[in-house]
């Protein structure tokens, strides 16, 4: 097929590619074939950088040949606008220069007779040159001593001589050493130049066929013209399935042949999707009336749950409310406990008291017995004395009158001791009625010890039994409320769900819309649905 812009087919675009390449190779080879040799060993570039190199040296005197040092000398000697002064500072100069220079060429990999000649037989009166010139020749000089500077000077014309002959013979060496290495370049550039125009030509050969190789390869593997298989996949874009694709006998993986495959594939994924999406849609139909009565059951469930809770929490504040009041009987009652045994010490104490007034009754009943029995002795004494004094007459009558004052008051104690002795019987009495009730209450008080503690007990087991009781009611309340919550969520879900289904029927009509957006001839479609492999992959993809 010809490209419909321009007529040209793929082969020739690419032939002409092809030529292109070729042309620019070639060019480059050429161009390459003439920088070699313009830059080989001989050839221009290389002559005329040799012949600067060679211009420098007629010029400037070379510093590992003391020429010029011999030349300072022989000036010196001839007085020729030298001072000795300023020839030394010369030849200092020239010293240095030279042993610069020796010591660079020293360090470079010369062969052996080259740095023989030039570093060893050279060296050697080079130094005793620059020796005697500086320590003999130039001081006779500056003396005015004309056969010491003459002697001097012959001296150094002779290790002069010598060192020209190494220089020489270092010259020799170097020009042959050049020669050889210009020959083997110049056969070496030449050798490679053949190499390199045999691997231009091959490479270029080989190119040309690999090329012609790549364009079948390329042909027969896209199965048709690019333009063709551009113009098919931009119909399956826009969505028509329905293009006939014509294969060449046996293609079965050429481009054209996967796209024809696709388009198959897509025709039966776009047939299953239509299914499936009204499946889908019908499904998130019934699904979105599900969810709607279950989250009507969920919030009456979730409303009897919260009434439930808030009679539970009722409860456990009354139970709560009865364990603190039982907490502060049991508190109370403790108390009076305690306060009942110290009224049962106490009236211990009054029994103990009341058997001391006991016994001191009796002891003052005895006291009063001895005091009769002092009175009646007195009352006899005293009517003993009365009769005694009756007896003495006149003389006797204030005796009479003592031991009658004396019997008055021994009746008076007589009947003050029967007055004590009575109340001390009535005391003795009540006393010993009051020891009696003392002994019933301390029992009493026993009895209500006992009672109170008993009591104290029971509000201890009640008070424990309604902790564990509102314990108990506080988890209970809190599964319930956790109950609600857990209710809520799922009336949340179920809300949630049911936004879902309406948003995956919205989806499953966009999807049918886009699925309609392909048309599929009713016999591919037909086709299509007899393949096993087809139908399991589309469904396959429509589940996933």
């Known amino acids: 097929m010809k490209n419909g812009k321009n007529g040209m087919r793929l082969a020739h675009r690419l032939g002409m590619l092809i030529a292109v390449f070729v042309l620019g190779f070639g060019l480059f080879g050429l161009c390459a074939f003439r920088v070699l040799q313009k830059l080989e060993v001989n050839g221009p570039v290389y002559q005329r950088i040799a012949l600067g190199k060679d211009l420098v040296a007629d010029i400037l005197p070379p510093p590992a040949y003391i020429i010029e040092a011999y030349q300072v000398s022989l000036e010196m000697a001839a007085g020729l606008h030298l001072t000795p002064e300023i020839g030394v500072n010369r030849l200092k100069k020239l010293q240095v220069q030279y042993q610069e220079r020796h010591a660079f060429w020293a360090q470079q990999h010369l062969k052996k007779d080259l740095a023989d000649a030039f570093l060893v037989d050279s060296h050697a009166p080079a130094q005793s040159f620059f020796k005697i010139a500086i320590a003999e020749f130039a001081p006779a000089l500056q003396e005015g001593n004309a056969a010491g500077a003459t002697a001097a000077l012959k001296k150094m014309q002779t290790v002069y001589e010598t060192h020209r002959a190494a220089i020489d013979k270092a010259v020799l060496i170097v020009t042959a050493l050049n020669e050889a290495e210009e020959g083997d370049a110049r056969s070496e ?199 005694e004094a009756a007896r003495a007459g006149t003389q006797g009558a204030g005796f009479a009158v003592v031991a009658n004052e004396v019997r008055n008051l021994a009746q008076r104690s007589a009947a003050a001791s029967k007055r004590i002795r009575a109340l001390i019987d009535d005391a003795t009495r009540d006393v010993g009625a009051g020891r009696g009730l003392v002994h019933e209450a301390s029992r009493t008080m026993k009895q209500i010890v006992d009672s109170a503690g008993e009591v104290t007990q029971l509000i201890a087991g009640i008070s424990k039994v309604t902790g564990e009781q509102s314990a108990s009611l506080g988890e209970v309340n809190a599964a319930v409320t956790q109950m609600g919550e857990v209710t809520q969520q799922n009336a949340a879900l179920v809300e949630e769900a049911a936004a879902a289904s309406s948003s995956l029927h919205e989806q499953a009509d966009k999807l049918l819309a886009l699925a309609n957006h392909f048309t599929v001839t009713p016999r591919l479609g037909r086709e299509l649905h007899r393949l096993p492999s087809t139908t399991s992959n589309t469904n396959n993809l429509s589940y996933t």
């Open 189 to 387: 550039i030449s050798s490679n130049t053949v190499i390199l125009a045999a691997i231009f030509c091959g490479s270029l050969g080989l190119a040309i066929a690999v090329a012609g190789l790549l364009v079948r390869k390329l042909l027969k593997e896209l199965g048709g013209e690019p333009d063709e298989a551009a113009s098919i996949a931009r119909r399956i874009a826009s969505g028509d399935l329905s293009t006939e694709i014509a294969l060449k006998n046996g293609d079965t993986s050429s481009l054209l042949h996967a796209i024809k495959s696709m388009q198959q594939m897509l025709a039966g994924t776009v047939s299953v999707i239509q299914v499936s999406v009204d499946a889908v849609r019908n499904g998130s139909q019934e699904i979105a009336s599900g969810n709607m009565d279950l989250s009507a059951r969920t919030e009456h469930h979730a409303s009897a749950i919260q009434q439930t809770a808030a009679t539970l929490e009722r409860l456990t504040q009354t139970i709560q409310q009865t364990a603190t009041s039982a907490r502060e009987a049991s508190k109370l009652a403790h108390g009076a406990s305690g306060i009942a045994v110290q009224g049962g010490t106490v009236m211990h104490q009054v029994v103990d008291i009341m058997a001391a007034i006991s016994d001191s009754s009796d002891r003052i009943t005895e006291i009063t017995t001895e005091i009769d029995g002092i009175a009646f002795q007195t009352n006899i004494l005293s009517l003993n004395a009365a009769v």
